[in-house]
């Protein structure tokens, strides 16, 4: 089991530009969701779904679009990238169920010029 | 809108110390609380509360829930070297299992 993946590991943009950062989990969790992390800020969440097909905004959702088409697999775009949005992006997923803990991966470094 | 907050910030200890990581809460619909341990990368899951005054064990490792004073505390004893660390507290709330971080406490255990 490879857990949750995330790529790209590194990645640099200039203002205006998108991309899309990719979430996978190999254990069939319904659960998926994305938050940012930012010094002194812990973590904030952007968006999450609660099952394939399914999305729902988070806290900071502003300028960040998401896209669960397939079960294992959780879509984070930047439509218009801004240096506001330069940050440390993870992905987590969880299983159904009330006391099941939420999985990380090991994040994507979004540096934004 | 749900509020987590730990305390200290951070923290310099000598190994073989105990420390004693605070966070405390408030949240509508609250579910329960979560420790995370972050070194580099993923935070990786350390203990999940629901209860009041039921202590989680983990070798050095505890934690404890007030659910009426509305925080919780994390005890690492002899600390290593290793427990080197942003600890960080989370509270589950609402149906979507949704977590609400608190900033972290950055541990820093030296020789």
């Known amino acids: 089991n490879a857990g949750v993946t995330q790529t790209p590991k590194f990645r640099v943009l200039k203002t205006g530009q998108s991309m899309t950062l990719l979430c996978a989990q190999d254990?069939?969790?319904?659960?998926m969701y994305w938050y940012r992390q930012d010094p002194g800020m812990g973590l904030r969440l952007i968006h999450y779904?609660?099952?394939?097909?399914?999305?729902a905004k988070g806290e900071v959702p502003d300028g960040y679009n998401v896209s669960r088409l397939k079960k294992q697999n959780f879509l984070l775009g930047l439509e218009s990238a801004a240096p506001s949005q330069t940050s440390v992006y993870f992905c987590?997923?969880?299983?159904?169920?009330?006391?099941?803990?939420?999985?990380f991966g090991p994040g994507t470094r979004l540096t934004v010029l | 809108e749900d509020k987590v907050v730990q305390s200290p910030l951070s923290l310099v200890v000598h190994e073989g110390d105990t420390v004693t990581l605070n966070c405390s809460y408030e949240?509508?619909?609250?579910?329960?609380l979560l420790w995370y341990k972050q070194e580099k990368k993923a935070p990786t899951f350390l203990f999940m509360l629901?209860?009041?005054?039921i202590e989680k064990k983990s070798g050095r490792l505890s934690s404890i829930l007030d659910k009426k004073e509305l925080f919780s505390i994390l005890n690492i004893t002899a600390t290593q070297t290793g427990d080197s660390a942003v600890y960080l507290c989370?509270?589950?709330?609402?149906?979507?299992?949704?977590?609400?971080f608190g900033t972290g406490t950055r541990l820093q255990v030296t020789l």
């Open positions: 987590a997923s969880k299983e159904d169920g009330h006391y099941n803990e939420q999985f």
């Open positions: 254990m069939n969790h319904e659960y």
């Open positions: 779904s609660v099952g394939e097909g399914t999305t």
């Open positions: 949240v509508t619909n609250f579910r329960s």
């Open positions: 629901t209860s009041s005054g």
């Open positions: 989370a509270v589950r709330t609402g149906t979507a299992s949704k977590l609400t």
